[in-house]
């Protein structure tokens, strides 16, 4: 025999998956394989079953060949052939027809109910909706006037039902810590239902490639106790307070009379613009740019100002400013929590 197979190089290959799993649990990215909620937990028993079962026809498979090509050479040794144990009909029935109808008869059942399970609308959840925008994401919560942007904020244990649109062209929700994929499609509504189990902050990002800045269209849920949910929602639906006279009072008089309100809305001003995010909570939020860059004065005087060079084709355009102006945006923009 030419070629044997080397039971040491299988050990690498084993190694090497093996370093390669560890990986995927660690780093700053969320992993699927570290759910912390029921959908989520649901996919992942599903992944382990199936990963379980497709190393056990590995081991099985590579152990067959290695035991052939040392019975084939023991067979040569001896000059003469040696008949299968069970007659070469019943291996092709066993290993080619009963094992692999077994195997993905058990793995159609469990992805069958997982996804009747997955899908099934929950008791008294609680609705908000989700739509997709190059490249960002509107969240509104039915029922209340509350608009916000690339954050969605929700009560941890308490299931959460999300209607999910697009203003233009398909995206894909995916939390990989809490749920599977959900498809954004035009002219379509679809859902996706999950539950955070514990207070925390869940990853999210968009999952369809949708353009330049797909890689930056990601957005972070954020699970509070419930009371802490309220208390969100609530100030949310009570009137803005004026900003206090002065520089941030001048900021928006510019947010209103200059181009941020031909794009932008903020609740309580007349600047009603729909094609760039609500900015009523901007203080509030962590990032800028869905998640692009932390949400601070630095990094949000340099987006007023040039928003193309921190996210490139996004739709804000450079602003020109007189002196004084940004100061007096940023002050005002600080006010808006
Ligand atoms: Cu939106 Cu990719």
């Given at each position: 025999m030419s070629s044997r197979l080397r039971p040491g190089r299988v050990g690498v290959a084993v190694m090497l998956a093996a370093s390669a799993l560890a990986a995927c649990g660690g780093g700053?990215?969320?992993?699927?394989?570290?759910?912390?909620?029921?959908?989520?937990?649901?996919?992942?028993?599903?992944?382990?079953?199936?990963?379980?079962?497709?190393?056990?026809?590995?081991?099985?498979?590579a152990g067959l060949i290695f035991l052939a090509a040392r019975r084939r050479r023991a067979s040569d040794d001896e000059g003469g052939g040696r008949r299968l144990p069970l007659g070469e009909n019943a291996f092709i029935w066993i290993g080619g027809i009963v094992v692999p109808t077994a195997i993905l008869l058990v793995i159609a059942v469990v992805t069958v109910s997982s996804t009747a399970d997955l899908t099934r609308a929950e008791d008294d959840p609680l609705r908000i909706e989700v739509e997709g925008f190059k490249w960002w994401w509107e969240v509104r919560y039915p029922g209340t006037d509350v608009v916000t942007?690339?954050?969605?904020?929700?009560?941890?244990?308490?299931?959460?039902?999300?209607?999910?649109?697009?203003?233009?062209?398909?995206?894909?929700?995916?939390?990989?810590?809490?749920?599977?994929?959900?498809?954004?499609?035009?002219?379509?509504?679809?859902?996706?239902?999950?539950?955070?189990?514990?207070?925390?902050?869940?990853?999210?990002?968009?999952?369809?490639?949708?353009?330049?800045?797909?890689?930056?269209?990601?957005?972070?849920?954020?699970?509070?106790?419930?009371?802490?949910?309220?208390?969100?929602?609530?100030?949310?639906?009570?009137?803005?307070?004026?900003?206090?006279?002065?520089?941030?009072?001048?900021?928006?008089?510019?947010?209103?009379?200059?181009?941020?309100?031909?794009?932008?809305?903020?609740?309580?001003?007349?600047?009603?613009?729909v094609s760039g995010p609500d900015l009523s909570d901007f203080a509030s939020r962590r990032t800028i740019g869905a998640v692009t860059v932390e949400n601070n004065r630095e990094n949000l005087a340099e987006w007023i100002v040039d928003a193309q060079t921190m996210k490139p084709g996004n739709l804000m355009p450079p602003i020109a400013l007189e002196p004084g102006e940004l100061e007096a945006l940023l002050a005002y923009m600080e006010t808006r929590r």
């Open positions: 700053q990215s969320p992993s699927a394989l570290d759910p912390k909620g029921p959908a989520s937990e649901r996919i992942a028993d599903v992944w382990w079953l199936m990963l379980g079962m497709a190393t056990a026809v590995y081991v099985v498979v942007a690339n954050e969605v904020h929700v009560p941890a244990g308490r299931p959460v039902e999300i209607e999910l649109t697009t203003a233009d062209v398909i995206h894909s929700f995916w939390v990989p810590e809490l749920a599977g994929k959900v498809d954004l499609i035009p002219g379509q509504t679809n859902v996706i239902r999950l539950t955070a189990d514990q207070p925390g902050e869940y990853r999210g990002q968009c999952a369809e490639f949708c353009g330049l800045q797909h890689a930056r269209m990601a957005f972070l849920v954020i699970a509070d106790p419930p009371q802490v949910f309220d208390d969100w929602i609530d100030r949310r639906q009570a009137p803005p307070p004026e900003p206090a006279p002065g520089l941030a009072a001048e900021g928006e008089r510019i947010f209103e009379t200059s181009s941020c309100a031909g794009c932008h809305a903020i609740r309580g001003t007349t600047a009603r613009g």
